[in-house]
């Protein structure tokens, strides 16, 4: 009996001892392959490996452009384009004036802020790491440094002055709420911090491998566009008085700081303009971009926009540009369709146009992937039925591949250009145009992109005024940096947009004619609305207005 | 001594009978030798029931604990024992969510490891995988623990046959040995039990037909043009059919350039069997004792499947085995061995089933024809992948799950020494693994098209990729499990004492992760005075090793009253008071917890691969640069949520236990809960984490209503169960709401807020002097949403509760009587004051897809009076659109109540002599259904299954269960 209970009672000491055997560790407490910031601001890594991954992090908060409003094109909010479905779109509702508190298909808000806190981390962080190689190291700072400003100039130009954070990272249990400062606090902090990092940046042209990184060209040209918006009507003095939205009064200096700030990147002698037009999208290294977001190689962009039905390269065929964007394309010799002497023929719209009509739209008739594209009533890419298809006749031909002779679509570049030498041009025109009048470094300035595209002759008539001057280039802004969404801000900037918006945008309806020719009709397509008493600015999205009391909303909303 | 003897045979013949379709062992005498026919009893209600590690005294039982046992399991043919819980535990509320499992079908990779990665409301609290993607169960709101044998573990597939019993323990004190998990309540399952007796082989073999139900009704071509050019007249647009596409599409004169396919009717079969079979054998002596169960099912899905090579059915066959050994070292000594394996081997067309079904609710019917002129595949540009060819021509995936469970239960009592003393330890060592080998392939469309002069042209879409043959693990999970308890029981007189301390650990690891591990050190005593007042407590020191060093361990207790009245001498001696059984009043209050941590979401982390990751490219080669990334402020303070909960019932015992009525009262206030705060202003720059916030009430009733009874030799019997369940937000730190209709506090948990639709707008003028959405002209024939605020906008500050505020009720009546060898059962089940959204939309997403045949019910000028949906419109519309925009409505919002026949049993049990005559010990025929009647308040879809997934089915099974 008591053997028994003996040998039950070892036999539970065993089962214990194993047990307690089992206790031993055979795991960490802590996963010890999960990246805590100890690792990432290693003070014993002199190449700077993991703080370089967390810097990487900060860029992919870059916007991309392409289709970045859901499916559509920013510019498709603008009178340029509308979106190809019948639905309502996000972008639909941007250029049916339904932004509102609650609902904003171009919030960045919250992108932007999460740029600027990593930007900030990695300033504040980044000395911890030993770097060796200084120049590198400084380079990083600066692009950090860049970036940041970048983010506030985002959220500056959609929302007018918003809060500054300097160096402050705030921390779960902080407060943050924090008012917005002046629009004039905002862009002197972003161009003084555009001083700052282009003094540690790389110089330009950048190395091969570190092609898309921030560089000296690249923040003087981000500073050149922020002082040109600075210096424009709506904020120059004309906006409704309240500092958060702009200047008190107008100062023409201000176009003087905006021209010379484009100068100085003219007179780099670095960049230039580079042909054929099509080609600097897509090519690996172009010499008039400045500053990109640089993508792998792929074709979403070619699905997304190129035209439908097509079985060699089936795309989606998103973007419809409209007939206004067309017209505004000259003929070859350089005048407006609108001028007599231009030689417009209405029954034959697309030919001896410029050249960069082509190089922008599709039009019926275009070669593409070793056929045509045929966009009248009933042809291939606008065959009626459910189908997603153009609704002005016009697909966007911009950005896409050359594969006018293809016959599929291959992964190739497709980087989004943030600047690029043209705009500089275009930029300096502007402004020098505003603060000197049309002298002839403005002459120079467009008519050297007049020559790029192919006009014949590219040379504008001597003597313009200012007047007719600001017309031709705020024109060749429309075309030559279409889609690249410049025309959306430009008729903000120069407060416009009351008179653009509000009215019918128009397509074209084609017949094709028994004997094979064409009938060409203007139809309205889609009406876009706009409130000039509020919508210049974006209102400050409902979320931060009640998580912060001292938020105070742009006037209108 | 005699009379005892014939006493605690009946008594155990009793036990017999109704515990189970165990057969009444038949007693032999010296003389003589009697037959006695085994009457089956549907309801059973055994003298121990099952707890949480253990079985007690129905008497002891203070807490909310309701039981089925087998017979109320194998009723229901399915391919899961979750579906025959429906409407037959008060408290218990199931809803279907679709009609076939889910598979798996990504394969496990290192960055499903996401550090600071929440759980989401579906992964909350579950340590690995579960086996149950049809029947979502909320156990008084909460999403309950599954524990199985003793261990927790989300197994739903065990054969019925195999199950004793399956409990849910509702309150505090039943759970709370489970400590920093209990909260949620349990669901115990336990399966059968080896029992001393001769050897015996019960066989059961049934087959079923299952029949798809609430099937929705495609527009035919022609209608879909001609609603589809209406739709664009409303938008101004010029039609897209013309008059001849609209006769073709009629006439179906051209099959091939005007197709007109009902997808449903052209891929899904009318019906598809499902079949088991399953072996239980037990047996043995004094000394050891032995149950095994072996099962097999074989479900087909409802594809219409053609291709020769290989099939593609969707299928599962599944094969089960449960043994159990219980071995008696000597009388103070005994040992249960148990041991579960389960393979499953699943199928399924390369096109996925969930893409197939989804694809058939957004086809429409003229997109494409099934097949070209010349036998190719047709499709479109829009449509490259041809949902017959997703069916028949793109190869299939395979899936295994193989789960192993070893359980292992010592006890020894130690009344030699101690009386009342034992010591019991319990481990359980489990695995579990699914793969998939995915042999899909992706066979081409082609655009079929007749030129003007007659030639015709085939263009190419969809890729053409060659099958594949990938294998890759999908999941993977290890359990361990110790237990040790140290009780002490034993009676002084009319007092009974008892005590415990309790110690267990659970570790499981699931895929990458490290072992999380849960801890429990917890000490009950119980006491009880004859039978009539009842005590017990139990202090519970748990944790849980993701929570932050130093808080990973907290407090968690329970305690319980209970007083019988009917022992009072008051009631059990008056003799005018003799139908009085039992009148029990019993109260419960405890404080519980639940830990979702996550996985090391307290510590500030950055994620620096995996496909999570951010990814850049730099340099002229765009070579790659990955990122790293911190996606959440680490919350160093997080902790489990936690919860107060008080349960107060009433059992009454009427008539020599005929009938009897269960009343249950619970106010469960469940606090600390997971919230992300309401201040999160961006500007920070990082999402703000869960937080330790809101507090929830949830407090309802549960009614249980049994009468047994007979009439000469007919048994009868009718039970209910009725429960009604209020919830309510009592904090949830809302950011500051302009209006008092759109605060969430004080609402029902979860409430579904929207605009209050006021009909349509009818007419022109309406439409201007109507409040809009921003940026959205009204036309006539738009819901007209009525503007709270009155400041002429519709936006969020007019968004009000559309839901139901009404207590959720939800009630099964299950009745069924006995006669001659006839059984006969049959259960209705039901929910009332529910709602929901029906997110169905015409011409779905783009513009393009599917429409059904309830949107004919649309506004027109001329129906302007009848309508019941608003003007069609091509694509997303900015205003009625339902779900794009968060345009949720009352307009979407449809009455969820229904009741259904959901279970009807009729069987039929030779009688004994016939079947001694064929050396049988039992032979029983029975039929059985599921589904087999729907009253819902809104028809048009199924109550339950009402998304774009496999539909519910209707079963109808006929089997043959034979005892030898």
């Known amino acids: 009996m008591y053997m028994k209970t003996y040998k039950i009672v070892l036999s539970f000491a065993v089962m214990a001892t194993l047990t307690a055997a089992s206790c031993k560790k055979y795991y960490e407490s802590v996963p010890v392959e999960q990246v805590t910031p100890d690792y990432i601001w290693d003070t014993q890594d002199s190449v700077g490996g993991l703080a370089n991954n967390y810097l990487t992090t900060i860029y992919t908060y870059l916007p991309l452009g392409f289709n970045r409003i859901t499916t559509d094109f920013l510019d498709a909010a603008s009178d340029d384009a509308i979106s190809s479905q019948s639905g309502n779109t996000d972008i639909t509702t941007m250029a049916h004036g339904g932004i509102t508190v609650f609902t904003n298909p171009d919030n960045t808000w919250a992108n932007d802020y999460a740029g600027i806190r990593k930007a900030t981390i990695f300033l504040n962080n980044f000395h911890l790491v030993p770097m060796k190689n200084i120049y590198e190291r400084n380079a990083r700072l600066g692009e950090a440094r860049a970036l940041r400003a970048f983010f506030y100039w985002e959220l500056v130009r959609r929302w007018g002055g918003v809060p500054l954070l300097g160096d402050d990272v705030k921390g779960l249990t902080d407060n943050i709420e924090l008012p917005r400062r002046s629009f004039e606090s905002c862009i002197d902090y972003i161009v003084s911090e555009c001083d700052k990092a282009k003094d540690s940046l790389r110089t330009d042209p950048v190395d091969d491998n570190n092609l898309g990184r921030w560089t000296r060209a690249g923040a003087m040209a981000l500073k050149a566009q922020v002082l040109l918006f600075a210096a424009s009507p709506l904020y120059n003095g004309g906006n409704t008085g309240d500092s958060l939205n702009g200047y008190a009064s107008y100062d023409p200096n201000r176009w003087q700081l905006a021209a010379a700030a484009a100068k100085d990147v003219m007179n780099l002698n670095i960049y230039k303009l580079d042909s054929p037009l099509n080609q600097i999208f897509i090519e690996t290294k172009s010499p008039e971009i400045i500053f990109m977001k640089t993508q792998s190689t792929g074709k979403t962009v070619e699905l997304a926009n190129g035209p439908i039905n097509f079985s060699a390269g089936p795309a989606a065929g998103y973007t419809s540009p409209t007939q206004e964007l067309v017209d505004a394309f000259p003929m070859s010799n350089g005048k407006p369709i609108t001028d007599p002497a231009s030689g417009y023929d209405e029954n034959n719209p697309y030919t001896n146009r410029d050249p960069r009509l082509t190089a922008t739209i599709f039009c019926n008739g275009a070669p593409w992937l070793g056929g045509v594209v045929e966009t009248f009533d009933g042809g291939l890419s606008r065959p009626g039925g459910s189908v997603v298809q153009t609704r002005t006749s016009y697909y966007m031909r911009k950005f896409l591949g050359q594969y006018e002779t293809g016959s599929s679509f291959q992964n190739i570049v497709h980087d989004w250009s943030y600047y690029r030498y043209a705009e500089v041009l275009l930029n300096y025109a502007e402004a020098q145009n505003e603060f000197a009048g049309p002298d002839a470094s403005v002459y120079s300035a467009v008519e050297s992109i007049r020559q790029r595209a192919g006009l014949d002759p590219y040379t504008l008539d001597p003597g313009l005024t200012a007047d007719s001057m600001r017309t031709i280039i705020r024109n060749e802004r429309r075309i030559e940096l279409a889609f690249e969404e410049h025309r959306y801000w430009d008729i903000r900037r120069w407060k416009i947009a009351g008179s653009v918006y509000n009215k019918p945008l128009h397509g074209m309806e084609i017949i094709k004619n028994a004997i094979g020719t064409f009938t060409y009709a203007v139809q309205p397509v889609f009406t876009t609305s706009f409130d000039n008493a509020k919508m210049y600015f974006y209102p400050i999205p409902y979320t931060e207005m009640v998580s912060n009391n001292k938020m105070r909303q742009n006037p209108g909303w | ?964």
């Open chain 2, 1 to 964: 001594m005699r009379n005892l003897f014939a006493t605690m045979t009946l008594l155990s013949l009793s036990f017999y009978q109704l515990s189970a379709q165990q057969p009444v062992d038949t007693p032999r005498t010296k003389d003589t030798a009697i037959y006695i026919q085994p009457v089956r009893h549907y309801l059973s209600a055994p003298t121990r029931v099952d707890v949480l590690y253990g079985t007690q005294n129905s008497e002891n039982i203070l807490g909310s604990v309701s039981s089925i046992y087998t017979n109320q399991l194998t009723s229901t043919p399915a391919s899961l024992y979750a579906y025959a819980l429906a409407g037959r535990l008060p408290g218990l509320y199931t809803q279907q969510t679709r009609g076939w499992t889910s598979t798996n079908n990504t394969a496990v990779t290192y960055s499903d490891a996401i550090f600071g990665q929440f759980p989401t409301t579906n992964t909350i609290g579950s340590k690995g995988p579960t086996d149950n993607t049809e029947i979502n169960l909320l156990l008084r709101g909460q999403a309950p623990v599954t524990i199985v044998d003793g261990v927790q573990r989300d197994i739903y597939t065990i054969d019925p046959e195999n199950i004793e019993s399956v409990s849910v323990l509702k309150d505090a004190l039943s759970s709370i040995l489970l400590g920093v998990r209990s909260s949620r309540g349990v669901i115990l399952v336990t399966t059968k039990k080896p029992v001393t007796g001769p050897t015996r082989l019960s066989f059961t073999a049934q087959t079923g037909v299952q029949m798809p139900l609430n099937l929705p009704q495609p527009l035919p071509a022609y209608q879909y043009d001609y609603l589809y050019n209406e739709a664009l007249g409303n938008q101004g647009l010029s039609p897209a059919y013309t008059y001849n596409d609209f006769e073709a599409y009629r006439t179906h004169s051209d099959p091939y350039g005007h197709p007109d396919v009902d997808w449903f009717n052209t891929l899904l079969k009318k019906s598809s069997l499902i079949s088991r079979y399953s072996l239980n054998i037990s047996g043995g002596g004094g000394a050891a004792r032995y149950t095994v169960g072996l099962g097999y099912l074989n479900q087909a899905g409802l594809f219409r499947t053609d291709n020769s090579n290989y099939n593609t059915q969707a299928q599962i066959k599944r094969y089960t085995i449960n043994t159990n050994i219980d071995v008696d070292v000597n009388k103070y000594f005994t040992t249960q061995l148990q041991l579960f394996a389960r393979i499953q081997d699943g199928n399924q067309p390369g096109g996925y089933t969930d893409n197939i079904i989804s694809g058939m609710y957004t086809t429409p019917n003229n997109a494409y024809p099934v097949f070209n002129p010349d036998g190719s595949l047709g499709g479109s540009q829009a449509y490259p992948r041809n949902l017959y060819g997703m069916v028949n021509r793109s190869g299939y995936v395979q899936d295994y799950t193989r789960d192993i469970n070893a359980n292992l239960t010592l006890k020894y009592r130690f009344d030699q020494f101690v009386k009342g003393l034992w010591f019991r330890a319990q481990s359980n060592l489990a695995v579990y693994a699914s793969n998939i080998t995915d042999r899909s392939a992706t066979a081409p469309s082609f655009k079929y098209s007749l030129s003007p002069a007659g030639d015709t042209s085939y263009s190419r879409y969809g890729s053409t990729l060659d099958q594949s043959n990938t294998f890759s693990l999908t999941s993977s999970a290890q359990y361990w499990y110790l237990q040790t308890a140290l009780g002490y029981d034993r009676e002084f007189g009319k007092h009974a004492i008892g005590g415990k301390i309790f110690y267990d650990r659970y570790e499981s690891i699931f895929n990458y992760d490290l072992p999380a591990t849960n801890q429990n050190m917890a000490a009950t005593v119980t006491y009880s005075y004859a039978k009539k007042y009842f005590a017990e407590a139990t202090v519970n020191r748990s944790g849980d090793d993701r929570y932050p060093p130093g808080k990973q361990f907290g407090w968690f207790y329970a305690a319980g009253l209970g007083w019988d009245m009917a022992k009072e001498d008051f009631i059990a001696h008056n003799n005018s008071l003799g139908w009085i059984d039992k009148i029990k009043w019993r109260v419960t209050y405890g404080r519980t917890g639940n830990d979702n941590v996550g996985y090391f979401t307290w510590r500030e982390s950055y994620t620096t691969s995996g496909v999570s990751v951010p990814v850049y490219q730099f340099g002229t080669g765009r070579s790659s640069v990955v990122g790293a990334q911190q996606n959440v402020l680490a919350n160093p303070n997080i902790s489990w949520e936690k919860g107060d909960k008080l349960n107060a019932g009433l059992d009454l015992s009427l008539f020599r236990n005929q009938l009897q009525f269960t009343a249950e009262y619970y106010n469960n206030k469940y606090f600390d809960l997971l919230q992300v705060r309401g201040k999160q202003s961006t500007i920070i720059g990082i999402s703000y984490p869960l937080e330790n916030i809101g507090i929830n009430r949830y407090t309802g009733f549960e009614f249980t209503t049994t009468y047994q009874g007979n009439y000469k030799s007919l048994n009868y019997f009718i039970t209910g169960n009725l429960t009604l369940e209020k919830t309510k937000v009592l904090f949830m730190d809302e950011t500051q709401r302009a209006y008092p209709w759109n605060k969430q506090t004080g609402q029902p948990v979860g409430m579904t807020f929207g605009y209050k639709v006021d009909g349509f707008i009818q007419s022109q003028q309406e439409a201007q002097n109507s409040a809009a959405i921003a940026g959205y002209t009204l036309q006539p024939g738009d819901l007209k949403y009525h503007d709270m605020n009155g400041d002429g906008v519709i936006n969020d500050y007019d968004k009000v509760p559309i839901g139901q505020k009404a207590p959720l009720l939800y009630y099964g009546i299950t009745a069924g009587f006995n006669i001659k060898g006839f059984d006969v059962s049959a259960l209705l089940q039901g929910v009332g004051n529910r709602s929901y959204i029906v997110p169905f939309y015409a011409f779905g997403g783009n513009g393009t897809s599917q429409a059904y045949n309830y949107i004919v019910g649309r506004w027109t000028p001329e129906t302007a009076q009848t309508a019941t949906y608003p003007r069609l419109t091509p694509g997303i519309n900015a205003s009625n659109d339902p779900y794009i925009f968060d345009r949720l409505s009352t307009q979407w919002m449809q009455n969820g109540n229904y009741f259904r026949l959901k279970n009807v049993e009729i069987g039929y049990t030779l009688p004994t002599r016939l079947a001694a005559q064929m050396k049988l010990y039992s032979v029983r025929f029975f039929a059985n259904g599921m589904n087999l009647f729907t009253h819902a308040a809104f028809g048009r879809v199924d109550p339950e299954v009402n998304t774009q997934v496999y539909p519910i089915q209707r079963v109808i099974n006929v089997g043959v269960n034979v005892k030898f």
